[in-house]
C-alpha cells in the first residue's frame, strides 16, 4: 500500500463550481499534513497546511480526519486560474525525541481542470 | 532571496555517461531532498539528508548517490545513466514551522533525458 494515496484525476469542473479532493495516508504516527500545487512544468508549492481542526484560507478549506486518516481540500468558486495539480503531503517525525527529521512523502497528485 | 537553486535545469545525456545535479539553499535549512517526478507516479523520494554529513536513502535510490557537502549543498549523482532516469528531477529543503509542522520549498526542476 502506498503511504499517501490520491485519485489522479483529471477533474474537470466548470468556473464557479465546488470541487473537493480527498488523500488518504497509511502511517497513523503521520503529524503534519499539507497541501501543494504544481502548475504545469513548474515546481510544487505550499498551498495551505491542514490542521486538526480544519482550516480555510478564502475559498480553500482543508480537514484532517485522523480516525479514518484522510485529508480533504475543497476549493469553492472554482477559477479557471486554479487549475493545476493538487499535491496531499504527509509529514512523519523520524528518529529521537530531542532530535530526529521530518520525513516528507508526497501523493501522486490530483489534477483539476476549471473550464470557462 | 534565492531560495533552492538547482541546475542545470535541462539536460541530455547518452546512456552510461554520468553527470551530477547540483543544489544549494540558502534558507539554513537542515533537511534537504531529492525526488523524481514521473507522469503517473507523483513524486518519489530519491535521497534525503536530515542533516549536514548524513544521508539516507529514500523511495527509488538504486543508480543514483548523493553527496551533503555542506548544510546548503545537496548533490545527485547518476554514476551511469540509463533511459530509466529520464525524468524531471526536483531537489527540495525543508524547515519546521511550528509543532512538528514542516513546509518543503523545491528548486525549479532538472528536466533530464537518457538517450
Known amino acids: 500500500r502506498k503511504e499517501v494515496e490520491q485519485d489522479p484525476g483529471p477533474f474537470n469542473v466548470p468556473e464557479g463550481a465546488t470541487v473537493a479532493f480527498n488523500c488518504t495516508y497509511s502511517?497513523?504516527?503521520?503529524?503534519?499534513f499539507f497541501w501543494y500545487r504544481q502548475d504545469c512544468r513548474k515546481e510544487p508549492k505550499l498551498l495551505m497546511s491542514?490542521?486538526?481542526s480544519g482550516n480555510e484560507d478564502g475559498r480553500f478549506t482543508a480537514q484532517l480526519n485522523r480516525a479514518s486518516q484522510y485529508i480533504s481540500l475543497l476549493i469553492r468558486d472554482s477559477k479557471l486560474s486554479d487549475s493545476a495539480t493538487y499535491l496531499c503531503v504527509v509529514n512523519l517525525k523520524k528518529g529521537s525525541s530531542s532530535g530526529g527529521y521530518q520525513k516528507v512523502t508526497f501523493g501522486t497528485g490530483t489534477k483539476l481542470q476549471v473550464i470557462p | 532571496n534565492a531560495g533552492v537553486t538547482q541546475t542545470p535545469k535541462f539536460q541530455v545525456l547518452k546512456t552510461g555517461q554520468s553527470m551530477t545535479l547540483q543544489c544549494a539553499q540558502d534558507m539554513n535549512h537542515n533537511s534537504m531532498y531529492w525526488y523524481r517526478q514521473d507522469p503517473g507516479m507523483g513524486l518519489r523520494l530519491i535521497y534525503y539528508?536530515?542533516?549536514?554529513?548524513?544521508?539516507d536513502k529514500g523511495e527509488v535510490p538504486n543508480g543514483y548517490n548523493v553527496s551533503r557537502l555542506n548544510k546548503r549543498e545537496f548533490s545527485l549523482r547518476l554514476e551511469s545513466a540509463a533511459p530509466s532516469q529520464t525524468s524531471v528531477y526536483f531537489c527540495?529543503?525543508?524547515?519546521?514551522?511550528?509543532?512538528?509542522?514542516?513546509?518543503?520549498?523545491f528548486g525549479q526542476g532538472t528536466r533530464l533525458t537518457v538517450v
Open positions: 502511517n497513523s504516527a503521520s503529524q503534519s
Open positions: 539528508s536530515a542533516s549536514e554529513g548524513t544521508t
Open positions: 491542514v490542521y486538526s
Open positions: 527540495a529543503s525543508s524547515k519546521k514551522t511550528g509543532g512538528d509542522n514542516t513546509e518543503a520549498f
